[in-house]
Structure formats: structure tokens, C-alpha cells
T-cell receptor, first 112, second 114 residues
Framework: KQEVTQIPAALSVPEGENLVLNCSFT??????LQWFRQDPGKGLTSLLL?????REQTSGRLNASLDKSSGRSTLYIAASQPGDSATYLC???????????FGAGTQVVVTP | DGGITQSPKYLFRKEGQNVTLSCEQN?????MYWYRQDPGQGLRLIYY???????QKGDIAEGYSVSREKKESFPLTVTSAQKNPTAFYLC?????????????FGDGTRLSIL
């Protein structure tokens, strides 16, 4: 069964620093990998989706890489801002039916 | 604006009571999903549906039931058989099977026991 792990569970950085968030998964046979943001008491907002055939995706200050052979994905957020404070969740889909296996998330605080 | 609406935002359940959580989407998506989130944990899949009048159990379906009579609606019933229902429930949708498109989420319903 696919297991998804996110380390660290929490991270605090000063404004302006680059953020590096890690996600690992146990089964490399994935369909896609998604990164989400969750604000307190809210639902999830999709940030990036990487298909299994892709190595990375970029959107603005966000860049996500995927290495299936090592079972890892990394989300980079450049020049962090206080508004980036949130919990970031990684999720893996192992087939085309869209069922996602989630990591527990990394809680990020960006201090002014 | 298109999106997913979950109601109510907060819900309280008494012992032995069934409660129903509403999820409506106007994105014209075929696939819909229900997840449960406990503090400090990731989301776990309860049920999913790829098409009207069809749905499948997820990883933690025991004590829950769903229906999919309309494309726009996917209500979740938390039955009295679910002994630990206190959690944050999230509904999501996506275009459909094989779409390789991100899932869209509602703002959730927080369920507590009275």
C-alpha cells in the first residue's frame, strides 16, 4: 500500500528565505503527484500537479520536482512571504481513478 | 464562480443519530470524493464516485454511506455505526477518470459529538 511521508512536520523561516518542502512515497508506480496548500479551518487549494512522465512543474514562485525512482518530490517556494504561511500537503495518485494518498503535511510559518 | 459548496460548516451529532453532510459542485465534474481529516494527519479517502449512480468505497468507508443521484451532488451520511466521527470532512471533485487534472476542494464541514 502506498505510504506518503512529509518531513519536517513544521518549519519556520524568516521572510525572503527560500522554502524547501519534502515529500517521499513508497511505491514508484504513480499516476501523478499533487501539492496542495491548506489554510487553518479551510479546504485545500491545488498548487501544482506533476504527471508521472514529468520531472518538474513551475508556477510563479513555486517549483515542484519529481523523482519517481527514489520516491521523492520537492516543493520549492522562492523568496518566501508571510502570506505563504500555511500547511502544505503532498498527495499521490497511483491510478487514473483519482484516488489520492496524502502525507500529513508540513506546517510553514514565515516570520516578517 | 464555479466551485464546491459544503454545508453546514459546523455540525453536531448526538449519540445514535445519523447526520448528512452536503456537497454540491457546479464545475460540471464527473468525479467526486469524500475525505476525512484528523488533527495532525493527512486526508483519508472515505468514498468516491466517477459517475452518477455509481460509487466505490475508499480506505475508511465503515460507518459511512453516500449517494450520487445527480452529477452535481454527493451527500455523505455519517451513521451511528461510526464510533469516532469527530473530524473535519472535505469534499472534492475532478473532471473524471484519467483526466490528470487537480482535485478541487470545498471548505469542509467540522463534525463534533454532543
Amino acid at each position: 500500500k502506498q505510504e506518503v511521508t512529509q518531513i519536517p512536520a513544521a518549519l519556520s523561516v524568516p521572510e525572503g528565505e527560500n522554502l524547501v518542502l519534502n515529500c517521499s512515497f513508497t511505491d514508484s508506480a504513480i499516476y501523478n503527484l499533487q501539492w496542495f496548500r491548506q489554510d487553518p479551518g479551510k479546504g485545500l487549494t491545488s498548487l501544482l500537479l506533476i504527471q508521472s512522465s514529468q520531472r518538474e512543474q513551475t508556477s510563479g514562485r513555486l517549483n515542484a520536482s519529481l523523482d519517481k525512482s527514489s520516491g521523492r518530490s520537492t516543493l520549492y517556494i522562492a523568496a518566501s512571504q508571510p502570506g505563504d504561511s500555511a500547511t502544505y500537503l503532498c498527495a499521490v495518485s497511483s491510478d487514473s481513478w483519482g484516488k489520492l494518498q496524502f502525507g500529513a503535511g508540513t506546517q510553514v510559518v514565515v516570520t516578517p | 464562480d464555479g466551485g464546491i459548496t459544503q454545508s453546514p460548516k459546523y455540525l453536531f451529532r448526538k449519540e445514535g443519530q445519523n447526520v448528512t453532510l452536503s456537497c454540491e459542485q457546479n464545475l460540471n465534474h464527473d468525479a467526486m470524493y469524500w475525505y476525512r481529516q484528523d488533527p495532525g494527519q493527512g486526508l483519508r479517502l472515505i468514498y468516491y464516485s466517477q459517475i452518477v449512480n455509481d460509487f466505490q468505497k475508499g480506505d475508511i468507508a465503515e460507518g459511512y454511506s453516500v449517494s450520487r443521484e445527480k452529477k452535481e451532488s454527493f451527500p455523505l451520511t455519517v451513521t451511528s455505526a461510526q464510533k469516532n466521527p469527530t473530524a473535519f470532512y472535505l469534499c472534492a471533485s475532478s473532471v473524471g477518470q484519467g483526466d490528470n487534472q487537480p482535485q478541487h476542494f470545498g471548505d469542509g464541514t467540522r463534525l463534533s459529538i454532543l
